[in-house]
Every structure is written in C-alpha cells, then in structure tokens.
C-alpha cells in the first residue's frame, strides 16, 4: 500500500492522465446508459409498466402485433377462463385539439381491466407529456372519428413508439378502426404460458423484441456501452504493461531484497482501485447531476442501481485488464532485470 501510494506521488501525471481517460470513457457510457433507459420508456413504457405475464397473438401474423387478430371466439373463452387476462389493440394516430393541431398518439383501448385506466365512451386519458399542451377538459377531435373526445385525466410515464399513448373506450376505437377483434391477449401472474390453439405466446421481453424500433435503439446503444468497457480493458493493460515495463529494474531490485511477487501485484492492484474509484466517484455524480438538469423532452433516465452495475463492470475490466498486463511481472528475474535496467 504504501509503495504504491508512493510511486502514485512520484509519477503524478502519469496516473492522472489514465485517471482522466476513465473518468471520460466511464462518463461517456454513463450518459449512453441513460440514454438507452430513457429510449427504452420513451419506446415502450406502456408494455415495460405491465406486470410480468405473457402476451399473445395471432401465430399467422409473423411476430407482428399489427398483423394479429384475435378471432372473438377464442377472446371470449379465454377472458372466461382467465381472470386476469385482458385483450387489448394499440394503433398509431393523430388527434386534433381546438386550434386544428395535430397531436400525434398511440390509440390503446382493452377490454375491462385493473391494469389500465377505466374510460367511458366520448373520454380519453393521455400521457402526462402531453400536459404542456393539452388541459383537462379540452375537447379533441378525429378525422375517423363522428363525436369529439374529451380529456378525463393523465398518467405518467405511458408512452409507445416514441408516442404519448391515449387511453380510449372499446367503442371508440372499434368506430375508428372498423374491427371488433383485439390484436393482443395478455395473461398476467402466470408462472408458464398456457397453449391456445392459433395463438402464439410471448413473455414480456420477448414482446418487446418483436417491436422493430426499441430492438435496433437498445441493440445499438447496448454494443455502444460495451463497446466502450472493453476500451477501458485495454487501456488499463496498456498503461500497466507500459509501466511495468518501465520498471523491469526496480522490480528486479525489490525481489532481490526480498519483496514477493504477490506484494508487486497488490501494489499494482492498488494503483488501479485507486484511479478507477476516483474516476468512476466523479463520473457518475456528473452523470446523476447530468440527469436532473436534462429538460423533459429528452429521453434520459440512469437510475442509481444502473450506475453502480456499471460502475461493478469498471473494477472489473479494470483489474483484468491490470492483471494480464503484470503477469510479466511473475517472469522477472531479479539478476537479469537488474542488468537490464542498467543498460
């Protein structure tokens, strides 16, 4: 410990250049992180706020929601059967306020249910990022639809496809879209999926993969994040290895008066908690202070528990990387390593 300390205070800017260098690789993979979350909600809030169950659709419709119906006879006997299964339809569409302005939504209607809002016919309720723009009690129109909707209430975080949802009636929704069938069934607190002939069953993360926007956003922005671990990996057995290097002769000079390899290796270890946590401490209370200031309209979100895995994943890489690079260290020959640094 206290050799390590003392080479960290001789060689000051070494160490603080590598510290740098993690601190903005950890704070540039932080901010993805985040970004990755906030897409995530902003993408499919709407199917990530349901309890685990399992979804199902039509087998015919190719893992495709849009293409799915599911016919009334096997909507009835499963709503039957199963309490606490709901069948429900989610259709991209517009709505039009008083001032003719077009507000573009995600149309969700299910049949009755304690997981989603209970609207009565002619009301709707809207995600509240649409508050800034919308009041309740506005009256908003369709173009497929004859009567206008009236704003009942908002809920927070209810977003699909990149669109705040509204919540309308089934009837509503069945004179918008001329069809009486769900496209989806859900069956929530279900250990297995039950078989239904026709159907084809999906657990919520499978649900999600079929959704082609929110697997091309997480699947580039997650190989982003690990992308940029893996830097860190290196650049940690680069720097060591470079150092190690560097002193051949001083190690040379320690085992010869009697220092054991495990102790050269502790010192090292050292070395490298101490650059990370300093990094990393810094990196993820810029990248919390980061998310409060962010406005609303940006989709972020870096929960505490987030960065500390990922801040986990650092030490890690860190001290892999640092321990490949000083298994050079086991092969020093104190004699020849004297020699060596002589030259």
Not at 108 to 119: G, I, K
Not at 174 to 193: C, I, N, V
Not at 242 to 263: C, D, E, S
């Amino acid at each position: 410990m206290n050799l390590a300390w003392k080479e960290i205070k001789k060689n000051k800017v070494r160490f603080v250049i590598l510290g740098s260098i993690v601190f903005l690789v950890s704070f540039l993979t932080f901010i993805i992180s985040g970004l990755a979350n906030g897409l995530s909600q902003d993408n499919a809030a709407l199917i990530k706020n349901l309890p685990e169950g399992y979804f199902y659709m039509e087998e015919d419709a190719d893992e495709s929601f849009n293409l799915s119906l599911i016919p009334a006879s096997i909507q009835e006997s499963i709503l039957d059967e199963y309490k606490t299964a709901m069948a429900l339809s989610i259709q991209m569409g517009f709505l039009n306020d008083s001032d003719e302005k077009q507000h573009s939504v995600a149309f969700v209607t299910s049949t009755p249910t304690e997981l989603f809002v209970d609207v009565a016919q002619g009301e709707l309720f809207l995600d509240s990022s649409l508050k800034d723009k919308i009041k309740v009690g506005d009256t908003l129109s369709n173009n497929q639809l004859k009567a206008s909707l009236t704003v009942k209430g908002f809920i927070e975080q209810e977003k699909y496809s990149h669109a705040p949802v509204a919540f309308i009636n089934e009837q509503d929704f069945k004179e918008m879209y001329r069809t009486e069938e769900k496209q989806l069934l859900f069956l929530s607190d279900k250990d297995k999926a039950p078989t239904i002939d026709g159907l084809q069953s999906f657990t919520k993360e499978e649900f999600l993969k079929t959704i082609p926007s929110y697997s091309a956003e997480q699947l580039s922005l997650n190989m982003i994040v690990w992308f940029l671990l893996v830097i860190s990996g290196m650049l940690f057995a680069i720097f060591f290895y470079m150092m190690n290097v560097q002193k051949i002769g001083l190690y040379g000079i320690l085992k010869a008066i009697g220092v054991k390899t495990g102790t050269l290796f502790k010192m090292m270890w050292v070395q490298m908690l101490f650059i990370t946590m300093t990094a990393l401490v810094l990196s993820m209370t810029l990248s919390q202070v980061f998310g409060l200031v962010t406005p609303d309209t940006m989709p972020f979100d870096l929960p505490l528990w987030s960065t500390i895995q990922l801040s986990i994943t650092f030490l890690l890489i860190g001290f892999i990387g640092a321990t490949l690079s000083g298994l050079q260290i086991r092969k020093i020959q104190p004699l020849q390593a004297i020699q060596q640094g002589e030259v």
